[in-house]
């Protein structure tokens, strides 16, 4: 597994401040896509050592990780979300994946949220109403609480 870059956002998880990290080879290949260039297998390894490296350099600037795709290896994201939760258990865990069923290679006590489904232009992104896209916080059961409304803005009345 591949990452091409990173970034500190604020809007990918509600109330987080999430270290980003955008994984390439993406087998999805959805149509209108706004990041087409991580189709490609491009990019340095994500394994324990570039990400606890990053870690380290982020440290407190950060309260979540989220692997951005990763749905040609799920079980690798699966694994570093373990280590994650391991080794930086103050840290929130998330997971953006396009698929719109949740991989059996995923174990959702390794994760705190995961979004599901692939991006359909007519329906729009996470914050339009209208989307196909879910983002789950993972509750302690490992139930998956639907948050996407999180994403809408509230009509002013």
């Not at 870059?5 to 270290?19: A, H, K, M, S, Y």
């Not at 339009?128 to 009345?157: A, C, E, P, V």
Request: proline share 4%.
């Amino acid at each position: 597994m591949k990452y091409v870059n990173t970034g500190v956002v604020f809007q990918e998880i509600p109330d987080e401040v999430t270290l980003s990290i955008n994984i390439s080879n993406c087998p999805c290949h959805c149509l209108g896509c706004h990041s087409e260039y991580l189709w490609r297998d491009i990019g340095e390894p994500l394994n324990v050592m570039s990400l606890g490296e990053m870690l380290k350099q982020y440290g407190d600037d950060i309260t979540c990780v989220a692997f951005m795709g990763g749905d040609a290896t799920p079980a690798e994201v699966n694994n570093l979300a373990a280590w994650v939760r391991k080794t930086y258990p103050e840290l929130s865990i998330a997971w953006y994946s396009g698929r719109a069923l949740l991989s059996n290679e995923i174990y959702l006590g390794n994760f705190d949220y995961v979004k599901l489904g692939p991006y359909v232009e007519r329906l729009g992104p996470l914050n339009k109403r209208t989307t196909n896209q879910r983002l789950y916080k993972i509750q302690k059961d490992q139930t998956m609480k639907d948050i996407t409304s999180k994403f809408w803005k509230k009509k002013m009345g």
